[in-house]
T-cell receptor, first 114, second 107 residues
Framework: SQTIHQWPATLVQPVGSPLSLECTVE??????LYWYRQAAGRGLQLLFY??????ISSEVPQNLSASRPQDRQFILSSKKLLLSDSGFYLCAWRVPGQWGNTIYFGEGSWLTVV | KNEVEQSPQNLTAQEGEFITINCSYS?????LHWLQQHPGGGIVSLFMLSSGKKKHGRLIATINIQEKHSSLHITASHPRDSAVYICAVRGTDKLIFGTGTRLQVFP
């Protein structure tokens, strides 16, 4: 079966500290991987997506970065967090090239920057 | 103007009522998703549509590609249906999300 794991589930970080959120996918290979953010009271916003190892597309300029060191691993990072980085972060995946396939979401990570 | 617009933004209903949430989009799409987000944040995919209509239990989703419009219906609503319902459209590899409709169903 196909599953997606995302961690940590919650974290509170001070302004200026680094961030690392990790997402791993099981049961599939060469998935398209996505990082989304949902700020309080707002919709989901695509931050990064990746169609392969080392291939990252950024949708929104910001102080975040993403990396895909392995086929089924997607990492969201920041060197110095801002207050505005607070929000709910979701990792997602889908099988590329097949329009009939749905998208699957991780459990999400609640980030509070203080 | 957002590429994906949902209405209403907030919706309250009494248990048993028929509920409709609307989604309009302005871009070309290959598919449209209806998602349900629970208070804890977790998201579940309800439907993926590229044409016509789909039904799952008390949930029905329809899409009109020519009019660029989709609706999510909930028949015989129940308090456990309370959640945020999100419409998302897919172009190539990216999903564009609506801001969601917050539904509260009271007993």
């Amino acid at each position: 079966s196909q599953t997606i794991h995302q961690w940590p589930a919650t974290l509170v970080q001070p302004v200026g500290s680094p961030l690392s959120l990790e997402c791993t996918v099981e049961g599939t290979s060469n998935p398209n991987l996505y990082w989304y953010r949902q700020a309080a009271g707002r919709g989901l916003q695509l931050l990064f997506y990746s169609v392969g190892i080392g291939q990252i597309s950024s949708e929104v300029p910001q102080n975040l970065s993403a990396s895909r060191p392995q086929d089924r691993q997607f990492i969201l990072s920041s060197k110095k967090l801002l207050l505005s980085d607070s929000g709910f972060y979701l990792c997602a995946w889908r099988v590329p090239g097949q329009w009939g396939n749905t998208i699957y979401f991780g459990e999400g990570s609640w980030l509070t920057v203080v | 103007k957002n590429e994906v617009e949902q209405s209403p933004q907030n919706l309250t209903a009494q248990e048993g009522e028929f509920i409709t949430i609307n989604c309009s989009y302005s871009v070309g799409i290959s598919a449209l998703h209806w998602l349900q987000q629970h208070p804890g944040g977790g998201i579940v995919s309800l439907f993926m549509l590229s044409s016509g209509k789909k039904k799952h239990g008390r949930l029905i989703a329809t899409i009109n590609i020519q009019e660029k419009h989709s609706s999510l219906h909930i028949t015989a609503s129940h308090p456990r249906d309370s959640a945020v319902y999100i419409c998302a459209v897919r172009g190539t590899d990216k999903l564009i999300f609506g801001t969601g409709t917050r539904l509260q169903v009271f007993p």
